[in-house]
């Protein structure tokens, strides 16, 4: 089959997402963002709940999934046929990436999460990279808008992956009222960290989709729940044509369900999370050689010179915390990524880099 191995050949080249390890569970996890202040006791009590009332020999039933519909309407205040769910945000941006057609072009603010950068690759998309400032991460919009101009999609992540900064309301607006005939993709996967969200606007602007997780604040990275909220129309063929008939498992479903009707207790560690960030902030702040940028998600992007950046490796190695080295980036030299966890989890993180920055004191 020539035609087969000439296309693997093709897709071998290209670049893709890969998964942090998990060193065999020895390792406190600060790599993926998810919520570790959301006691275990929450997830497992809503599974247990679950459980009693599904029998996985069926396909999932119609009630379920009209269930998580409603309570995301409750919990966004927004009607349910601007709503769609689906395994994962990451199922989603596929799903709708694959529809786009190749040869369309991306205009992407860099960097960004890899893996939709990724995944356009992988549909044939054209990738027009704007770099972010390097001082603060914003926007440079004369070189945003000149190449958003030429292309028919723009993605922006918003907090964004990996530098963590939420970016101006007043110019995402500017955006989308000035690029009405462009298909605007917002990535507000770390948005309950943040101060605002764009998902209402989507009744009133029909060129934006805005694409939404339960993975992150509200703790439920394993059971694959995210969601996008766009116009009716998009919607409406989305769940009915792109949409698989049965993305989410009966399992997940009411998982979901459960955990938006507990959202106050999940608001909680959000509050409590965003305290812990700004102490890790400080903290980091007073070490020469590491730059920390302020961040609306939870986590923080630093950037650090060569020499601190192997021996954080090290440090945080023989303490046994995994972070998201990202090393160079985007013309950025020694870059990391770290979820902000427990008050515990990021104690040992702080002491690990603080005893890279004494070593180099001396
Ligand atoms: C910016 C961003 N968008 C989307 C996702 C994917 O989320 P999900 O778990 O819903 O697929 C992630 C996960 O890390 C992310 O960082």
Redesign the pocket.
Known sequence: MKWLSGRLEHLSRLDYYSKPTDNGGRYVRLD??ENLMLDRKFTLEIIAKAIKDVDLRFYPKQEYEDFLYRQLKKYLGIEENYIAAGS????I?DLLLSIIGPGKRVTVLTPT?S??LNRCELHGLKLESVPLRRENNTICESDFFKLAKQSEIVYI?SPN?PTGNQFDKELMMDMITSLQNKLILI?E??VEFADYSLASSVTKYENIVV?R????AFGL?GA???YMVANENLVRVFRSRIQLPYSLGTLSLRIASMALVRSNQVRKTIERIKREREKIFENLSKINGIKVFKSDSNFLFLECCELYYQNIVKQLHRARVSVRMLGNIDGRAGCLRVTVGTREMNARFLKAIEIVSDHNKI
Do not use: E, M, W
């Open positions: 993926s963002n994962g945000s990451d199922q941006i999460f893996y939709f992540c992956n990535d996967a770390y694409f997780t339960l993975s992150k990275a694959r729940v995210g």
